[in-house]
């Protein structure tokens, strides 16, 4: 099923033709709350290519343009059809219906309220073991169109997966200093397993999101209970991969004095340290770095995760960034739900690109899940590329083995 995607080779020119239009959006005032631009407007949260829209507008999140600010930052079907966003009042487009499993969690709340704040989401339930009442009745003051309704506990899994499209699991527990993501599997791979298989027995044709960690195991997890209940569709399990790319372009913006919205990194491989691969030599637009910035860039990108655990010293992991993250590929899937066609997000997925059966890369996402890999970004690679290439695969192999052979050993509940 999956060979004809895998083989589908996205050519340069499209993205090309992508990364020469990703440039042409507002610049954001330095809160990012609030835009004023006689600019056109561009997805600022995910990769798109489309028509332009001449827009004069200041909107703010916060005031009674939110609606307004959200198509601005999420682009819709407004910014796809040529229409003044201005000119017409907020119409309600939302229907896809999203479920958080782990909605009350450092990352499930703010990743709520952003996935709140789309306007093409109609439903949001939000679940978890803990009473999420409060956060789904605090969230559903929000005056944007989704309803939001709270979950709690096994015995209301399955009323929050009903007729889901897209489902979050950030589900888990986090690191704390001195921990490595694989520290986690013993707790969180039970958890994937069992919300995976509710999954199965709900919403078999929603696109899954793995967030929980080690992604690198988890996605393999979910792999094998969605094949046991008979209904695995790989072009609609994804590992979240997109902090990463979040993160790569934070820095070599940074780095390189570049505007933040122009920058797009690929980074492939896996989820955890030195199998999170960033391909700076494919940063759009074309930058040059020295050996020691290259370096320099790498380690920060696999040890970004580290540096905030470090930071919050024992009060979890990344939530915000990831939240944030999350919610940009979540947007992303409901665009091509909705039939965009120009959608692209690098995640761990199922793949033929490389001899291990999952590798993140950047894939076409469309109403069915992937549509095809964009296997150009794989090649040309600089020597520093290759050799992490390899060195990265034996750590990933032997992550992904370890989420096959638990879930083999623990085979589904019917
Ligand atoms: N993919 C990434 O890039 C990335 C980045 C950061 C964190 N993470 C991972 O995300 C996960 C969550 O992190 P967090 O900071 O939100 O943790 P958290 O402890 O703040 O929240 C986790 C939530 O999951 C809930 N939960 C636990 N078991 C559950 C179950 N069986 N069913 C439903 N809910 C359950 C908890 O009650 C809690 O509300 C961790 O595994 C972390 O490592 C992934």
């Known amino acids: 099923m999956m060979a004809a995607a895998a083989s589908a080779n996205i050519t340069s020119a499209s993205i090309a033709s992508y990364n020469v239009k990703v440039g042409m959006v507002p ?23 489309a028509a332009s829209v001449s827009c004069e507008s200041e909107a703010s999140f916060l005031g009674k343009d939110s609606v307004i600010a959200l198509r601005n930052s999420f682009e819709t079907k407004a910014v796809k059809q040529n229409i ?20 009350g969690g450092g990352i499930g709340q703010p990743l709520a309220l952003l996935v709140k704040m789309s306007p093409l989401v109609g439903h949001l339930n939000l679940y978890d073991i803990a009473n999420v009442k409060g956060v789904a009745a605090d969230l559903s003051h929000c005056n944007t169109p989704s309803e939001v309704l709270p979950f709690t506990g096994p015995e209301q899994l399955g009323d929050a997966l009903k007729g889901v499209d897209v489902v979050v699991i950030p589900a888990g527990v986090p690191r704390k200093p001195g921990m490595t993501r694989d520290d986690l599997f013993n707790i969180n791979a039970g958890i994937v397993k069992t919300l995976v298989e509710a999954v199965a027995d709900n919403c078999p044709d929603a696109f899954i999101h793995i967030i929980s960690n080690p992604v690198n195991s988890t996605v393999p997890i979910a792999a094998e209970v969605l094949k046991q209940k008979g209904v695995y569709n790989p072009k609609k399990l994804f590992g979240v991969t997109t902090l990463d790319v979040v993160r790569a372009n934070t820095f070599v913006a940074q780095k390189k ?21 960033p391909l700076l030599s494919k940063t759009k637009p074309a930058v040059s770095f020295t050996n020691e910035e290259i370096k320099e860039l790498t380690v920060r990108i696999q040890n970004a995760g580290t540096e905030v655990v470090e930071a919050k010293a024992g009060a979890g992991s ?14 992303s899937s409901l665009r091509a739900l909705d039939g965009d066609s120009d ?68 085979p589904v509940n019917a």
């Open 27 to 49: 610049k954001l005032k330095p809160s990012g709350l609030q835009m004023k631009s006689t600019h056109d407007f561009r997805n600022f949260s995910g990769l798109k290519q």
């Open 84 to 103: 003044n966003t201005v000119a017409m009042q907020p119409k309600v487009q939302a229907s896809f219906k999203v479920a958080v499993l782990g909605a």
């Open 257 to 277: 004095g570049l505007r933040l919205i122009d920058v797009d990194v690929p980074v492939i491989g896996g989820h955890a340290g030195i199998t999170i691969l």
């Open 318 to 331: 990344a939530t915000l960034s990831m939240a944030y993250a999350a919610a940009r590929f979540v947007e």
């Open 343 to 410: 959608v692209y997000e690098c995640s761990f997925v199922q793949s033929e690109l490389s001899e291990l059966p999952f590798f993140a890369s950047r894939v076409k996402l469309g109403k069915n899940g992937i549509e095809a890999f964009v296997n150009s970004d794989l090649q040309g690679l600089t020597d520093y590329e290759s050799a992490a290439l390899e060195a990265l695969k034996p750590e990933l192999k032997s992550s992904i083995e370890k989420g096959v052979a638990f879930a083999n050993k623990q």
